[in-house]
C-alpha cells in the first residue's frame, strides 16, 4: 500500500489543522498510525487507530485532549485532527499502515508498521 499525506503548513499557537494521509490500497484492512520527527529529535508515536471493526485509538500523552485521529474507508483516507497547537509540534508528520496482528502491543512503535508515506511539514510558530 502507498501513503500520501497532506495538509501540514505554517500557522500560529493556538490555530487548528488537519492532517489527511489517502492509501492506495483498501484501507479497512489496515490499522493506521500517525508518528512526528522534529529537527535533531528521534521520530516519535502520535495517533492510531486499529482498522475497521473497533477503531479503538490511541494517543501520546502530548497530544491527548488536543489531537483526534479519524478514517473513513470509503476514503481510503486516515485523519488527524490538531487543535490547540503548540510550537513543540513542529515536526514533520508522517503516516503508516500496519497488518500486525499485535497491535495493541506495537501501536507506539514504529517497527509495528509496515508501510509509511512521505511526512508533510507541520510549523507552529509562537
Known sequence: VQL???GGGLVQAGDSL??????SGRMFNY???WFRQAPGKERE???AIRRSGS???YYADY??????ISRSNAKNTVYLQMNSLKPEDTAVYYCA???????????DNGRGYGYWGKGTQLTVSS
Not at 497530544?63 to 483526534?68: E, L, M, N, W
Not at 497488518?99 to 506495537?106: E, K
Request: hydrophobic share 45%; aromatic share 12%.
Open 55 to 57: 477503531d479503538v485509538a
Open 18 to 23: 488537519r492532517l489527511s494521509c489517502a492509501t
Open 45 to 47: 508515536f502520535v495517533a
Open 97 to 107: 499502515a500496519s497488518t500486525t496482528a499485535s497491535f495493541s502491543g506495537l501501536y
Open 63 to 68: 497530544v491527548k485532549g488536543r489531537f483526534t
Open 4 to 6: 500520501q499525506a497532506v
Open 31 to 33: 490499522h493506521m498510525g
